[in-house]
């Protein structure tokens, strides 16, 4: 069976456009099977919209990692137009539907790419994700090591994890590489970490 998060799904295409509702606006999205929760924005995903930290001061450097086709990401980038906003992901799919879809809102503050194609350079100063924990523990771990290396001093991680999919084994690995790590919700299924330097 086709994975949410292969490079090139190969099932057969079938777009539709969902709602994401939020308190501080509305906006609909193109997704397409192959591509995580494409029939409704996921539980996890509004929790982090939701509950996640407030608009940054401007100017500043956002990733969302595992993209998707870009709930989070168009969300961050209508929240901080002056920000740019990274949206990375591994499925070519998704990665389309998120261009289609903050191109279709007038975002132009959303730089879309592949993993390999992040600049080298980046530092980042907010990282929001629904990370892709199917990959199994050694890829994210790698995934999370990889940008969480790239956060700026003063830099922090706003992650979401399905408490039956090992929020808090994912929190205690997080602290035994050295982040300070707060449960800012938990709320049905979810815990949101914040990830920052000790
Ligand atoms: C749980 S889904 C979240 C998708 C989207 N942010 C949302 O909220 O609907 C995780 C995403 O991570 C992507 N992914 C898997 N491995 C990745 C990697 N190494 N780097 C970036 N994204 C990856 C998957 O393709 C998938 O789209």
Redesign the pocket.
């Given at each position: 069976m086709s994975q949410?998060?292969e490079a090139d799904p190969s099932v057969a295409s079938k777009k539709q456009l969902i709602e994401l509702v939020l308190p501080d606006g509305s906006i609909e999205l193109t997704t397409d099977r192959g591509?995580?929760?494409a029939d409704r924005?996921?539980g996890g995903?509004k929790l982090l919209l939701l509950d996640g930290p407030e608009p940054v001061a401007d100017d500043q450097t956002l990733v969302?990692?595992?993209?998707?086709?870009g709930?989070?990401a168009c969300t961050l980038a209508r929240r901080n137009p002056t920000a740019t906003v990274w949206a990375?992901?591994?499925?070519q799919r998704?990665r389309d539907l998120c261009t289609t879809n903050a191109a279709n809102l007038g975002l132009d503050n959303v730089q879309v790419t592949t993993?390999d194609d992040v600049p080298a350079d980046l530092i980042v100063d907010r990282i929001w994700s629904?990370?892709?924990i199917r990959?199994g523990k050694a890829?994210l771990h790698e995934?999370l090591e990889f940008w969480l290396a790239r956060l700026s001093p003063a830099g922090s991680a706003h992650l979401v994890v399905q408490k039956h999919l090992g929020a808090d084994s994912l929190h205690r690995w997080l602290e035994t590489q050295g982040w300070a790590v707060d449960r800012r919700a938990s709320r049905k299924a979810f815990r949101l970490l914040d990830v920052t330097r000790p």
């Open positions: 949410y998060f591509v995580f929760s924005v996921d995903t969302d990692v595992g993209c998707g086709y709930p989070i990375v992901d591994v499925n998704a993993p629904n990370p892709p990959v890829v995934i």
